[in-house]
């Protein structure tokens, strides 16, 4: 009769609806099901990258620590008693005392105790407990592949912008060589007489300036280098080594879909997680409502005292009529702190849907800024070539050369540049959907 009590407070398992929008903005209305378990960035078909995530999935301190949170909440949650009478009582004791003195005899004592209670659940106030456990538990699993997405958006941000520099140091050398053949005919020229001091220290200068950005793009790549070395817990050296045999830059794989935004409420992490703590502060205004009211219990002792041996049972009626402005002062806190887990779980989700629609977005915008920037980058490489082609005929003056091998450089490092960040924002968008928050590790 007393476990079939009706438990008092809200019920944590019933959570309020919040209002979504059929689709995104520039996306479609086709769902995308489950994804935690997509292990997207094998879309970037880079074997190096699958294998340092492989790898960090095991290593992350990260995402270690994250996991040691989870085995704290399971703790918490075996704590809780999912019975309709909680058991309690004093730790049991016992002694042996040898005693004695001047004009005493010299004996021993003997002391034993042991008691025991059952406190009965009668407004669900020991339910609401285990029921808020039971949801901290689950914050703390869905907190874990929060940590897990940033993670992942870390490292492949780091590798995708090592992998630029990388680039960015072969374009720059190849500039290099052009200026360094550029500066060798201007010599022959001015040899000749076709050409002037002054032509050779532009061209000098030229080369120079290409040389100097040698060194910032080497430490550029060095401390992404670095970065990964952090984020997997791994030695540097080994994975410097690793990086600089190249692999090239990171393509833009198609897609990825965005699904409705009803998908974020289980896909998302952060979702779930803050939907969690919300139930957590609902079952805490339960435990206080029932800490109003009276509560039932039985005890009952037993005890030894020098060879007597006593006992005692009963049931014992608790009403807690003093410290009822205390109980509903903390009843009213706990309240308000639902009230805020509501807001905050609305914030998230609006959070959630601005994630994606932005990630699609910028994603679109950047595919068209790759596709404009490499088609300029090709129409510099054919003006260049015939530049140089008509200096050496000395059908064209050395300035229009040296200008256009400086437009050249420019929009091959440009192009370069909007390949990374496209790539990234390829990642960014898979992850604002939560693709790969349950991916625990990926085959080599």
């Known amino acids: 009769m007393i476990s079939a009590c009706a438990a008092v407070g809200p019920d944590p398992s019933e959570l309020p609806q919040t209002r979504l929008q059929a689709a995104f903005d520039e996306g479609g209305a ?140 072969a374009l720059t050398r190849e500039t290099i060589r052009a200026r360094e053949a550029t500066l060798e005919v201007t010599r022959n020229m001015l040899s ?117 041996t006593g006992w005692g049972f009963g049931p014992r009626l608790s009403l807690p009529v003093a410290d009822q402005g205390v109980l509903q002062a903390s009843r009213i806190r706990r309240l308000s702190e639902a009230r805020s887990a509501d807001l905050a779980w609305r914030s998230s989700v609006a959070a959630a849907v601005e994630d994606v629609q932005t990630a699609q977005s910028n994603l679109r915008r950047l595919r068209q800024r790759v596709a404009a920037l490499d088609q300029a980058a090709a129409s510099y490489d054919r003006a260049y070539d015939l530049a140089s082609t008509n200096f050496e005929a000395g059908a064209l003056p050395l300035i229009d050369l040296l200008d256009a091998d400086r437009q050249r450089a420019a929009a091959r490092l440009q192009a370069a540049s909007a390949r990374n960040d496209a790539a990234r924002e390829w990642a960014a968008l898979q992850i604002a959907t939560g693709a790969g928050a349950a991916v625990e590790r990926i085959a080599d």
């Open 30 to 169: 086709a769902p995308l099901g489950q994804v935690g378990t997509n292990a997207f960035w094998s879309g970037y078909q880079d074997r190096t990258l699958s294998r340092l995530i492989a790898d960090g999935l095991d290593t992350s301190l990260d995402i270690i620590t994250a996991n040691e949170r989870i085995r704290a909440a399971a703790a918490d949650l075996q704590a809780t008693q999912p019975l309709a009478a909680q058991i309690t009582g004093e730790p049991a004791s016992a002694s042996r005392v040898r005693s004695g003195g001047d004009g005493l005899s010299t004996g021993y004592s003997s002391t034993a105790n042991l008691s025991a209670g059952f406190v009965f659940d009668l407004f669900g106030g020991a339910r609401r407990a285990r029921e808020g456990a039971a949801a901290a538990y689950a914050s703390a699993e869905s907190q874990v592949q929060v940590t897990r997405l940033a993670w992942l958006a870390e490292v492949i941000g780091a590798y995708s912008e090592a992998r630029y520099n990388q680039q960015a140091l």
């Open 192 to 308: 000749l007489g076709l050409a002037t001091d002054y032509d050779i220290a532009q061209t000098e200068a030229l080369l120079q300036t290409a040389q100097a950005d040698l060194p910032a793009f080497e430490a550029q790549f060095s401390a992404q280098v670095y970065r990964l070395s952090t984020l997997l817990n791994q030695q540097a050296g080994p994975l410097t080594a690793t990086m600089q045999g190249g692999s090239g830059a990171l393509r833009i794989p198609p897609g990825p879909g965005t699904g409705v935004p009803a998908e974020l409420l289980r896909n998302r992490p952060d979702v779930r997680a803050a939907q969690q703590d919300l139930s957590q502060a609902l079952a805490a205004v339960g435990v206080a409502t029932a800490d109003m009211l009276p509560s039932l219990s039985l005890t009952g002792t037993v005890s030894d005292q020098g060879g007597a």
